[in-house]
């Protein structure tokens, strides 16, 4: 290594970011046999939906309220925001209870499981911010209801929901950037420490001595009807 390479941020960044997530890690061409399992798919399924709603979001937001409300195709693209967002709850719920039934925060994945279900807590307030920008009834009735239960809350002054600009600036920017982010940090912390392993295949690896089986009961024979009567 040259003095110049050792003096450059991005030669130091690179060896660090290579040293905590090397390519096998990062692009691996092969998982464990336990990942075909249905509860692993979930995972796969929201972030999928995640990539809908994205390029879905960005043609609703550079066509406007007057395109999705109007036409055909944009109420076809908005059906497709709505089903896909309806999609992304429902089965990022799966992914999460299913982790957390199977203790997915096990062999120093802690902050695995944290990101995930900080995505799960900043999705909502993304969800709540899109349907105050509908600029409908729906999102005028939806915004009163929720200005109030922000004011009961002790947060209406941070928040306006009756502003559309304000609400449609946060869900199109800065509720999605945050999403995007914490996704890519869940997928890169996955990466590097792996798919949690279910409790069996764990404790086997740790040598843990498994419950020998209940003895098999003899099988009845005539003598014992006999004896027994």
């Not at 609703?60 to 109420?75: E, I, S, Y």
């Not at 709850?89 to 802690?110: C, D, N, T």
Request: aromatic letters at 12%; proline letters at 7%.
């Amino acid at each position: 290594m040259s003095a110049v390479e050792e003096r450059s941020w991005t030669g130091r960044l690179r060896r660090r970011a290579v040293a905590a997530l090397p390519p096998e890690k990062l692009l691996p061409d092969k998982q464990p046999s336990y990942v075909a399992s249905w509860i692993y798919v979930f995972g796969v399924l929201s972030l999928s939906a995640l990539i809908v709603i994205i390029a879905s979001g960005t043609i609703l937001a550079l066509k406007g309220p007057t395109w999705w409300h109007f036409t055909g195709v944009g109420h076809f693209f908005n059906s497709i925001h709505l089903w896909s967002v309806e999609l992304f709850f429902f089965v990022m719920v799966i992914h999460l209870w299913g982790k957390y039934w199977m203790a997915a925060w096990r062999g120093g994945r802690a902050r695995v499981w944290i990101t995930g279900a900080v995505t799960f807590l900043v999705a909502i307030p993304c969800a709540l911010t899109g349907y105050v920008s509908q600029q409908n009834f729906d999102a005028q009735w939806i915004s009163t209801q929720a200005k109030d239960a922000m004011n009961a809350a002790g947060i209406g002054a941070f928040f306006n929901l009756l502003n559309f600009g304000q609400m449609y600036s946060w869900h199109v920017l800065l509720l999605p950037a945050a999403v995007v982010g914490i996704v890519i940090a869940h997928i890169l912390l996955v990466r590097k420490h792996g798919v949690v392993p279910p409790f069996v295949l764990q404790d086997k690896a740790a040598g843990t001595p498994q419950p020998a089986p209940p003895p098999a009961e003899p099988a009845a024979t005539a003598a014992d009807g006999e004896r027994s009567l």
